[in-house]
């Protein structure tokens, strides 16, 4: 079953949390929606290993969103124990760290595995959505955002990743050169308020609808459902466009 099939599943809320019970009670009223949570540096660099334990005792799947970005050896290390946390179904590298990196990163996932068993996917991220052409260029990076996410995650399809995390406004071009079961997860989804769609820091946004629309397997979504009034209500309005899209 893909995430296609479960279009609950295919809705990521990102855990912005510095505590852990702050994380514990959004997810928690989110409870029975069959949601995804992601935990990133700010959850993890709080709490450890004990928001995996704790997140993946509610049953929710979880994306472990450290990027990994350092020498081969290291970041292949990282990948096989975060892929041996409980939940853990999506772990994250940089594909800025490139193919020597990616590699190994892929070949760590694959040996905590048993034969046939279906383990953690491994994504690599490409541009962030929070720079565009400018913020590129000053780190020393030619070409648009759109160009760089593209030729990031051809090397991950090469170095054997199972996807990419990239905007959605890169999304179209990935799946055109990467193919149909290339994962592709967008963060930066902002739901539309009226006609405007809410940047906060995000520099290339788009609509949940938008996102699946343009071929995104999985959408990451933080402050519009962290920071509603009812967390709850504002997932299920993401999922009822998921439907109509």
Request: proline share 6%.
């Amino acid at each position: 079953m893909t995430p296609r099939d479960k279009p609950a599943s295919r809705l990521i809320v990102a855990l912005d949390f510095d505590s852990l019970p702050r994380a514990l009670d959004l997810a928690k009223k989110l409870a029975g929606l069959g949601v995804m949570f992601k935990i990133g540096s700010q959850l993890y660099t709080s709490e450890g290993p004990r928001a995996m334990s704790e997140m993946a005792a509610l049953g929710a799947g979880i994306f472990l969103d450290l990027k990994y970005h350092d020498i081969p050896n290291t970041v292949a290390g990282a990948v096989l124990t975060a892929a041996g946390m409980p939940g853990v179904e999506l772990i994250n590298v940089h594909a800025l760290g490139g193919r020597a990196m990616l590699e190994a990163a892929a070949q760590a996932i694959r040996a905590g595995q048993p034969v046939g068993a279906e383990g953690p996917r491994l994504l690599a991220v490409t541009i962030l959505t929070s720079m565009d052409q400018k913020a590129m260029a000053e780190v020393g990076i030619s070409g648009s955002p759109s160009r760089g996410a593209v030729r990031l995650a051809t090397l991950a399809k090469k170095s054997g990743v199972d996807g990419v995390v990239a905007s959605v406004k890169e999304a179209r071009l990935i799946r055109k050169a990467c193919g149909k079961s290339f994962l592709i997860v967008t963060p930066g989804v902002r739901p539309a308020t009226g006609e405007k769609v809410k940047k906060d820091d995000q520099s290339r946004v788009a609509t949940p609808a938008e996102a699946i629309q343009a071929g995104a397997d999985y959408i990451v979504v933080g402050r519009p459902i962290t920071g509603a009034a009812d967390p709850r209500a504002a997932t299920q309005a993401i999922l009822e466009e998921f439907q109509k899209a």
